[in-house]
């Protein structure tokens, strides 16, 4: 069974940390491309930040240069570290994967969330003072 969960999620301060970590199992994350994705209430889930198997990435533009996706295939798992954190990033948190087979990097490289098979259950993050 193939299943993804989140975890890291939290209250955190603007301008503050958080790191979002997301554990693989059923399944090696070697072989497949990745993706942290949100949905705040009222709005549609979006692409954060994705990841391919060979390590190529792609961010949204609100989130460049405070939001870093990278993995780990030994841990099979994937971390989405987040600084400088504002009221904005408050929503649910998602981890996703596509297999390579599946979905080559350049039909995946938009982090469109309708991409991505696999779904993690979700990490609540409140940035909030």
């Known amino acids: 069974q193939l299943q993804l969960v989140e975890s890291g999620g939290g209250l955190v301060q603007p301008g503050g940390s958080l790191r979002l970590s997301c554990v693989a199992s059923?399944?090696?994350?070697?072989?497949?491309?990745i993706g942290w994705f949100r949905q705040a209430p009222g709005k549609e889930r979006e692409g954060v930040s994705c990841l391919s198997s060979g390590d190529s990435t792609n961010s949204a533009d609100s989130v460049k240069g405070r939001f870093t996706i990278s993995r780990d295939n030994v841990a099979n798992t994937v971390y989405l570290q987040m600084n400088s954190l504002k009221p904005e990033d408050t929503a649910v948190y998602y981890c996703a994967a596509v297999h390579i087979t599946r979905r080559s990097w350049p039909m995946v490289s938009s982090c469109a969330p309708n991409r991505y098979d696999v779904w993690g259950q979700g990490t609540q993050v409140t940035v909030s003072s």
């Open positions: 059923g399944f090696s994350l070697d072989y497949y491309h």
